[in-house]
Nanobody, 119 residues
Framework: QVQLVESGGGLVQAGGSLRLSCAAS????????MGWYRRAPGKQRELVAR???????NYAGFVKGRFTISRDNAKNTVYLQMNSLKPEDTAVYYC?????????????WGQGTQVTVSS
């Protein structure tokens, strides 16, 4: 199991930026993929971005060109740089880690960090 702790959320005006961090309790080198989901009030959880152990990235269409995901293996941390924030980006953002152990997939989750974008 991997414990994940998010930080960096907060209140920002539309057009502003935030950087979320997700610190893992152990090395992330062998974790297959890490990333971020979000859940807005009254909506279902949705994938925001993910990054594989090899550095490949995927983004949801609604954040392309605005958000950038990265990982620092030396610090066991994944980041989500969010620029040009919009009020519709308001949500709780959750970090996840997807692992495969002996052919079985596991997911670990952080507690979430609130991002609020005011208009």
């Amino acid at each position: 199991q991997v414990q994940l702790v998010e930080s960096g959320g907060g209140l920002v005006q539309a057009g502003g930026s935030l950087r979320l961090s997700c610190a893992a309790s152990r090395s992330i080198v062998s974790i297959n993929a890490m990333g971020w989901y979000r859940r807005a009030p009254g909506k279902q959880r949705e994938l925001v971005a993910r990054i594989t152990s090899g550095g490949s990235t995927n983004y949801a269409g609604f954040v392309k060109g605005r958000f950038t995901i990265s990982r620092d293996n030396a610090k066991n941390t994944v980041y989500l740089q969010m620029n040009s924030l919009k009020p519709e980006d308001t949500a709780v953002y959750y970090c996840f880690a997807a692992r495969v152990v002996a052919g079985t997939g596991y997911s670990d989750w952080g507690q979430g960090t609130q991002v609020t974008v005011s208009s």
